[in-house]
C-alpha cells in the first residue's frame, strides 16, 4: 500500500508510536521520535532503546503505527511486516536520521532559550546523551494498511 506524502510528512515530522506484540500476543508500545518514510510503502525505525519491542520483532513480526500531527488535524494507523537489520546500508541510514535529529533538538531548543530556558536547560542535558547513542539496530516496516484516525473537523 502506497503513503500519500501527507501520510510520509506526519510520520517524518512526529514522534510515532509502534506496537509491537509477543508470539503469545502480549502487547506492547513505545514512543519513536527515529522514523522516516524512505520511499513510498516502507518505514525505517531506528532502534536506539528497544528491547522489549526488539524480543517482540523477532517473535512476531507483524506492527502498528500511530501518529498525529493535532495542529493540522492528521493522525494516522498504519500496520505492516518488520525486518531486523543490524549492518548494511540500512544501518548506515539510521546513522543519518540521527544525525539530521541532532539537528532538529538543536533548533528547537535554540527556540526554547528565550520563551522556555528551564525547558531549554533540561532538553539541552538530553540531547548530550542522545548525541552519544548508536543505534543497535533499525527496523524495515513495509506497510500494507494505512488508515486515518481522525475525523476532519
Not at 510528512?9 to 508510536?17: A, G, S
Not at 539537528?103 to 540531547?127: G, T
Request: a positive charge.
Amino acid at each position: 500500500m502506497e503513503m500519500s506524502d501527507d501520510v510520509k510528512r506526519v510520520i517524518n515530522n512526529n514522534v510515532v508510536h509502534l506496537a509491537t506484540s509477543s508470539r503469545d500476543g502480549k502487547p506492547n508500545v513505545v514512543p519513536v521520535g527515529l522514523c522516516r518514510a524512505i520511499s513510498n510503502h516502507e518505514l525505517l525505525i531506528v532502534d536506539v532503546y528497544f528491547k522489549k519491542t526488539r524480543k517482540n520483532l523477532e517473535e512476531n513480526s507483524q506492527v502498528a503505527i500511530a501518529v498525529e500531527a493535532l495542529e493540522e488535524l492528521r493522525a494516522y494507523q498504519l500496520k505492516g511486516k518488520a525486518k531486523i537489520f543490524t549492518q548494511g546500508e540500512l544501518y548506515e541510514r539510521a546513522m543519518e536520521i540521527m544525525k539530521e535529529q541532532d539537528k532538529v533538538r538543536e533548533r528547537k531548543i535554540s527556540a526554547w532559550r528565550e520563551k522556555r530556558p528551564d525547558l531549554a536547560e533540561r532538553f539541552e542535558k538530553l540531547a548530550e546523551r542522545h548525541h552519544k547513542l548508536r543505534p543497535k539496530a533499525v527496523v524495515l516496516v513495509d506497510v500494507r494498511e494505512i488508515y486515518s484516525t481522525m475525523h476532519n473537523a
